[in-house]
């Protein structure tokens, strides 16, 4: 990290807390519907204001730092604002607000129920995710990580019919099976390895784990590392992906929740965390798979570090997962699937250990974020106009609906890693990292990725724009969807062509990080 000071300010708080009583107020003004989301959109922009008011000092190389309290010797409640806390404390509350203006669209013009307990919700899942953003500790993140679980579990129910019942049983156990079996041991761990739980933010190298630790104890802390890479199930590596695509069941918006702004991105958020922050660049590329007794000291699995084992698991996840997209004729499966492949990027760039997949691996948080929000909304936007979810009955309807399936098209080019858009310039710096790192094989498991990318996403387009319509079709009945869903699909999709012309929006904070 650049030399910089760690500045000791409440300031910090000041995000945590607004987002702490937006949903008081939610709830306050339940009879007032526009009262109502006028709260979530004045939260929204001060939280986003509060958080970007921190970005200066962090971009000087400073640390924002505030303890709360002290529970037991080496465990508090403790915030901090680095780098890698900008990218994600920046977009979640950014997005909250166009996403705010889209649920007046999509829950008003479906006419849903408990409309209030959806924003009370959905504005502590925001909560939680700044919770997660500024977490100074492997506790605090733990904790805000449940609440996220815990909250966005109603929303996944909204509908509270048996396939509603389904997806949110299997999305709870899932989450909190691996947070409870996997996550909370690694804590445990943790703190009887390091005697506390606090995050190195200022040295990415070494982390938490001293070398004496490591010589006494080599293959406690390598369980210790899986531990953590398979409690934090938000991230949806294979085998713990599945509580992802079931979670479509909920409300086109929650979808848009999951999968952009809240809950997958703290998944992938927390991978990067823990090993850029507890563990270390170094450490997590000294030990090796062996040590927990996979492989023998001498074969290729042997030799193979930690790191790079977890990055052919997110690899194959990724190609996996896009074969599975291939398949899905529903257009909130598809983008489902797409979200899976599409996370292990992120977790593939951070676990190979060099500077550029690193840069490339937390952009993608980012850049994904607005893509995958676009794309999300955008199928909202047309299940509100048209009440069609198969995109085999799509064919056409770019002509009716030009705003949002142009949109969705920018947003697609952005998960190919078409220029200019951002997902470009993610991948370009994640295929300069398996060119660094010499691992070859995740080179080949990208570019089929972004090839499989192509092939579920241009039919999509191809269907909509250049496809003759059915006879039996009659897309003569159908337009646009209202402005308040158009206008904030339409935004970010253009943010994310901004974001592909100007990378280092996000690339300073990465950089500020220091040498990985």
Known sequence: MMNGVTIESARILLPVVITLIAPLFVWLNREDENKREAVSFIAAFLTFCSVASMAPAVLNGDVWYYKVTTLLPGITIAFAADGLSMVFGLIAPFLWFFVTSYNIGYMRGLNEHAQTRYYVCFAVA???????????NVFTLYLFYEIITVFTYPLVYHHEDEEAKIGARKYIVYLMGTSKLFLLPAMVLTYVLVGNLDFHLADIVNGMFTPAVIAEHPRLVTLTYWLFIFGIGKAAL?????????????????SALLHAVAVVKAGVFCVCRILLSAFGTKTAGMLTMSQIFIGTPGTWLGDLSMAHGTAYIAGFTLVVASFIALTKDDIKARLAYSTVAQLSYVVVG?????????????????????????????????????????????????RRMPWTFGA?????????????????????????????????????????STALNAGYFVPILYRAFFKAPSPEANIGQYNEASKTMV?????????????????????????IMGKF
């Open 126 to 136: 925001i909560f939680g995710a700044v919770g997660v953003a500024l977490s100074a």
């Open 238 to 254: 294979m085998p713990f992906h599945n509580w992802l695509p079931s979670a479509m069941v909920a409300p086109t918006p929650v």
């Open 350 to 398: 951070v676990t190979m250990l060099v500077d550029s997949a690193v840069q490339g691996g937390v952009m993608h948080i980012a850049h994904h974020a607005f893509s995958k929000i676009t794309l999300f909304m955008g199928a909202g936007a047309i299940y509100v106009a048209t009440h069609l979810k198969k995109i085999s009955l799509m064919d056409g309807l770019g």
């Open 408 to 448: 969705f098209g920018i947003a697609s080019l952005s998960m190919i890693g078409m220029p200019p858009v951002c997902g470009f310039v993610s991948k370009w710096y994640l295929v300069n990292g398996t060119l660094d790192s010499g691992q070859w094989p995740l080179l080949v498991m990208l570019l089929l």
């Open 487 to 511: 206008v904030p699909l339409c935004i970010t999709a253009t943010i994310s062509v901004f974001l592909g012309l100007y990378p280092q929006t996000f690339l300073n904070f990465v950089n």
